[in-house]
C-alpha cells in the first residue's frame, strides 16, 4: 500500500528555516514523482515544489523559488523540502503527494490535479 507519512513541521520565527520530510512506504520514492503543496485556513491547496522521478528534475513555484529546496534521499526513501528565510504568509499545512498508474516520465507538475495519493499534512507556522 502507498503511504505517504510528512513531518519536520512546526512553530517557526520569520527569518528562519525548517526542513519538511516526505516518508514513503509501500514503494520506491525514486520510481514517482513527488509534490510538495501547502493549504493555507480558507485557501486553495496550491504548489510549492515538485521533483521528477526520473533525472530528479525540480521544480519551484514563483512565491518560494530562491528560499524553498526540495530534495531526494534514496537511501532513506525520503524525499526533502527545505525551508529557509521564512515568512509569515508561508504558515500553511503542508503535503507531500505523489501519483500512482500514470507515467509522467521526467517530469512532475505545480498543480494538485494529477496527484492521487497524498501525505496527511504538517502544519507550519511562521509567527514571532
Known amino acids: 500500500q502507498v503511504q505517504l507519512v510528512e513531518s519536520g513541521g512546526g512553530l517557526v520565527q520569520p527569518g528562519g528555516s525548517l526542513r519538511l520530510s516526505c516518508s514513503a512506504s509501500?514503494?520506491?520514492?525514486?520510481?514517482?514523482?513527488i509534490g510538495w503543496f501547502r493549504q493555507a485556513p480558507g485557501q486553495q491547496r496550491e504548489a510549492v515544489a515538485c521533483i521528477s522521478s526520473l533525472e530528479a528534475r525540480t521544480y519551484y513555484d514563483d512565491p518560494v523559488k530562491g528560499r524553498f529546496t526540495i530534495s531526494r534521499d534514496s537511501a532513506k526513501n525520503t524525499v526533502y523540502l527545505h525551508m529557509n528565510t521564512l515568512k509569515p504568509e508561508d504558515t500553511a499545512v503542508y503535503y507531500c503527494a505523489t501519483v500512482v498508474g500514470t507515467d509522467w516520465g521526467n517530469l512532475c507538475f505545480l498543480t494538485p490535479y494529477g496527484y492521487n495519493r497524498w501525505g496527511q499534512g504538517t502544519q507550519v507556522t511562521i509567527s514571532s
Open positions: 509501500g514503494f520506491t520514492l525514486d520510481s514517482y514523482p
